[in-house]
């Protein structure tokens, strides 16, 4: 694999201002998460609780997005995340202030929890619709989606081990300071960014409504995007509900407290991120949706594997598979998604996106919680698995109609005939 051909979109200042500010922002996003879970975990020993927690974090976003990608298609995105980006810094903030004067209590977690999730709700689709603005060659689209994808996942695999160290020596409130400092680095890079003037799309031609309906229409009337859009959903589903038990795997099956937890944590990572990464030595979009059945298909079976596994050395190794098949599927999805869709329109349908990949996460953090309290955390994850496996191959016995969409579409926008010449 050409190391130049996988990060080649670094090329770009402006991504690589984006890039290094984000590596060092969400490796705090992720140990707060941690500890977030430890804390709730450690005060209620409530799996319910727990997916409860999960749910307040993400629900916001399922109730926003749509609002959000308007308003990301109306106004400047790089002012966006900067208003963005500063609220969830206040939000670790205010954790921190409230954890070290021994405050804490699980409806204050709660209630941060729906204000981070409604802070997310309009950053995550303006961030992702912000890729191609910080871009020369939009030619670099897909690599640039593929490493924000490694960036997280690299977060994912740091920020686990760093917090479950941490919070096993000093406690969680230092994860929540460490986070709030955090955002200091994604401010900068955003600040020190030279932007061309971008025009305001839509602003005036439709009211919010009426441009959310068209975006609606557009994406749920376009059966790819539709489709990707639903198995996108399921998989999430299964998802949130598999990270909000892994305490529960972690304490109760696996008998191993909060390094245990920051392990799994970070076996789930290290496979995402070896998913990303190869995502980015890909020189074309051809192929992915082939790549999006056979990867939720292989996420859904590390999953049912996972949750017959009675021991951490069997588990840990299996979320290495589960994160790779993830992360390949949503970050294809994601790629496909980016390269058929309208200028106009890519912040709606992102926030579309938004929805299926983190809007009905916290539905299964919930569901989960429920289930697992009444079945066990096994029994929740082989059936949640099972599902992902159905979801999978729906989707690979509709890919030829799929195709008879896209590949017009590619042809139009020279993607087949750069692919065939180069």
Request: proline share 3%; aromatic share 10%.
């Amino acid at each position: 694999m050409n190391i130049k051909t996988v990060f080649r979109a670094l090329r770009h200042q402006n991504y690589r201002l984006f890039f290094a500010g984000q590596s060092i922002s969400l490796i705090g996003t992720w140990m707060q998460q941690i500890a977030v879970s430890w804390l709730v975990y450690r005060m209620t020993n409530s799996p319910f609780l727990l997916g409860l927690v999960g749910f307040s974090s993400q629900i916001a976003t399922f109730l926003l997005a749509p609002l959000a990608g308007v308003i990301a298609d109306r106004h400047h995105r790089h002012r966006l995340l900067l208003i963005t980006q500063s609220l969830a810094m206040t939000q670790a903030a205010v954790l921190y202030v409230v954890f070290a004067l021994h405050l804490i209590q699980v409806w204050h977690i709660i209630l941060l929890s729906l204000f981070l999730g409604a802070v997310n709700a309009f950053d995550i689709p303006v961030r992702q619709s912000f890729t191609v603005d910080m871009l020369d060659n939009k030619e670099d689209l897909s690599n640039a989606i593929a490493l924000n994808s490694s960036m997280v996942n690299a977060a994912r695999l740091i920020g686990p081990s760093i917090g479950g160290i941490l919070i096993s020596l000093y406690g969680e409130g230092t994860c929540f300071l460490i986070n709030a400092l955090s955002y200091i680095a994604v401010l900068l890079s955003l600040v020190m960014m030279k932007l061309p003037r971008r025009e305001r799309l839509n602003r005036h031609e439709a009211s919010v409504a009426r441009q959310f309906a068209e975006g609606f229409a557009y994406a749920f009337n376009f059966i790819p995007i539709r489709a990707i859009l639903m198995l996108l959903s399921l998989v999430s589903m299964v998802a949130g509900g598999l990270t909000s038990l892994m305490p529960v795997f972690a304490r109760d099956i696996f008998h191993g407290g909060a390094r245990a937890l920051g392990l799994l944590m970070a076996a789930s990572g290290m496979g995402a991120l070896a998913g990303a990464i190869y995502l980015a030595g890909r020189r074309t979009v051809l192929g992915l949706g082939s790549k999006i059945a056979v990867m939720a298909t292989l996420f859904g079976v590390a999953v049912v594997i996972f949750s017959r596994a009675p021991v951490l050395a069997v588990g840990a190794p299996v979320l290495l598979l589960c994160g790779f098949g993830m992360m390949v599927q949503m970050a294809s999805s994601n790629i496909m998604l980016q390269t058929m869709v309208e200028e106009d329109k890519r912040g709606r349908v992102m926030s579309f996106y938004t929805m299926a990949f983190m809007g009905l996460s916290p539905f299964g953090s919930l569901l989960a919680g429920f289930w697992a309290a009444r079945v066990g955390g096994a029994f929740t994850l082989l059936f949640g698995g099972a599902f992902s496996i159905i979801g999978a191959v729906m989707f690979a016995l509709y890919l030829p109609k799929i195709r008879t969409f896209v590949r017009p579409l590619y042809v139009k926008k020279g993607i087949i005939v750069e692919s065939v010449q180069g």
